[in-house]
C-alpha cells in the first residue's frame, strides 16, 4: 500500500516535471506565407556582465522552445576580464553554437556597442568577428559591423539609467545612424520594460521592431514562469527556419515582440499574428432563442483581452472578453435579429499595440446560419 502510493506520487511528479517543461516551450501559430520564429537576440553570459556560462543560455533557450538566439556581450564593459581573460571576443558565440548542435537551435552571431547616450547601446547581429568590430571610434565601430554584414539595433533608448525620463529621443547622431545604413531596428521591449514611444519611433523611422531579456542573470530567477509568466521574445516572419531567413526577415521589418503578454509591432505584422492566433466561428442559436452563440479559440500562448466596440451586448460577458491561452470559449451573442444574416463583431485588442497609444483593432464578419 505505501509501496504503491509512493509509485503514484512519482509517477504524478514526473509527470508534473514534463507537463511544465512541455508547458514552458512558447507557442504561437505560423502567419500566412512564414513561419513565425521565436526569437531572443539579446542575451549575457559570464564573457561581458552576465552570471551564466554559455551553456546555460542554449539550455534556457531549448526550454522555452525558442528557435534563435544570439548572445551579445558587451564589447566596452568586461567587468570579469580579472577572472575570465577575454582575448578572443567571440568565444560565448563559439561556445553556444557547440552547445546548440544537438538541440537544432540556431545561434546567431552578436555583441553589444557599448557607448553612452547618444547613440547609447546597440547590438550588432550576424556579424563574423568581434574583434575586428572593436574600435576607439564609435562611428567606426558601427561601420566595422555593418561591414561584415550585420542587422544593428538600438538597444533600450526607454533605459531610465541613460534616458531620465525614459523617453526615447531621436537624436541627430541617431539619424546619422540611419542614414549611412547603420541602423535597422530599435528595442521596444527590453527586459523588464515595454516603451509604446520607441514603437512609435520604429513606425515614424521605419526601424524594425525589437523585443529582447537582455537576461543577465537566470531566465527561472527573472521571470515568473511557474505562474503563466515568459520572458520576452522577438517573434520574426521568415521564409525558413535559418539564420539567413531571419537576417532577411530582420532588414524587411517582419516581428511582433512579445512581452508580459503585450504584443506590439507594426499594423500589418500584428494583425496577422492576430488573424492566425484567434479563430471565430457560429455554432448556432441557443434552442429556439435569437442568442448566437460563437466559439473563439486561441491557438497562441498569449492571452488575450478583446473589448467590444460593436453595437451587440453579450448573454453572459461583459464588453472586455478574456481569452486565455490555447483554449475555446463560447460568446453568446444578443440581438442579432432574425431578419439579420450577417454579425459584424468589432473588437480591439487590449494587449495588441500596434503604436502609440493605439491598439488593434480587428472586425469580424460572423454569418447566421
Ligand atoms: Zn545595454
Ligand atoms: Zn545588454
Known amino acids: 500500500m505505501i509501496k504503491q502510493a ?29 513561419l513565425s520564429l521565436k526569437c531572443d537576440f539579446h542575451i549575457h553570459t559570464v564573457f561581458s556582465d552576465g552570471l551564466v556560462w554559455p551553456t546555460i543560455r542554449v539550455d ?47 545561434v546567431i552571431h552578436g555583441t553589444e556597442i557599448t ?27 558601427y561601420r566595422n559591423a555593418r561591414a561584415q554584414g550585420a542587422f544593428i539595433f538600438w538597444n533600450h533608448p526607454n533605459w531610465n539609467a541613460q534616458q531620465k525620463d525614459a523617453i526615447p529621443v531621436m537624436s541627430d547622431i541617431h539619424q546619422q545612424l540611419i542614414k549611412e545604413d547603420l541602423l535597422h531596428g530599435i528595442e521596444v521591449v ?10 512609435q519611433l520604429s513606425i515614424d523611422h521605419k526601424l524594425t521592431v525589437m523585443g529582447t531579456s537582455d537576461i543577465h542573470g537566470l531566465v527561472d530567477y527573472q521571470y515568473d514562469l511557474a505562474n503563466g509568466g515568459h520572458r520576452p521574445i522577438c517573434l520574426v516572419f521568415a521564409k525558413e527556419r535559418t539564420a539567413e531567413s531571419i537576417k532577411e526577415a530582420l532588414f524587411a521589418g517582419r516581428t511582433v515582440t512579445w512581452f508580459e503578454n503585450i504584443l506590439a509591432g507594426k499594423e500589418r505584422d500584428l494583425r496577422a499574428l492576430i488573424e492566425a492566433s484567434l479563430d471565430f466561428e457560429v455554432k448556432g442559436y441557443i434552442g429556439d432563442s435569437e442568442v448566437l452563440q460563437v ?10 483581452f478583446l473589448k467590444n466596440t460593436s453595437p451587440y451586448d453579450f448573454y453572459a460577458n461583459t464588453d472586455i472578453i478574456e481569452v486565455l491561452p490555447k483554449s475555446r470559449m463560447t ?25 502609440h497609444k493605439s ?5 469580424v464578419s460572423l454569418l447566421e446560419e
Open 6 to 34: 509512493l509509485i503514484s506520487i512519482a509517477v504524478l511528479m514526473s509527470f508534473g516535471t514534463a507537463a511544465q517543461d512541455l508547458d514552458r516551450k512558447i507557442e504561437f501559430p505560423n502567419i500566412e506565407g512564414y
Open 115 to 141: 557607448r553612452d547616450l547618444p547613440p547609447g547601446h546597440a547590438n550588432a547581429l550576424f556579424i563574423t568577428d568581434v574583434n575586428e568590430i572593436m574600435h576607439e571610434d564609435m562611428m567606426q565601430s
Open 331 to 355: 460568446l453568446q451573442v444578443l440581438s442579432t435579429r432574425a431578419d439579420k444574416t450577417e454579425v459584424p463583431l468589432k473588437f480591439d485588442i487590449l494587449n495588441a499595440i500596434k503604436a
Open 359 to 363: 491598439p488593434l483593432d480587428i472586425e
Open 190 to 199: 527590453n527586459d523588464l520594460t515595454f516603451s509604446e514611444e520607441a514603437l
Open 60 to 106: 534556457e533557450a531549448v526550454k522555452d522552445g525558442l528557435d534563435a538566439i544570439a548572445l551579445t556581450e558587451h564589447i566596452e564593459y568586461q567587468p570579469w576580464k580579472d577572472d575570465i581573460k577575454h582575448e578572443d571576443r567571440n568565444r560565448s558565440y563559439q561556445i553556444a553554437s557547440e552547445a546548440a548542435r544537438p538541440h537544432d537551435l540556431i
Open 295 to 304: 466559439e473563439i479559440q486561441n491557438h497562441s500562448d498569449a492571452r488575450f
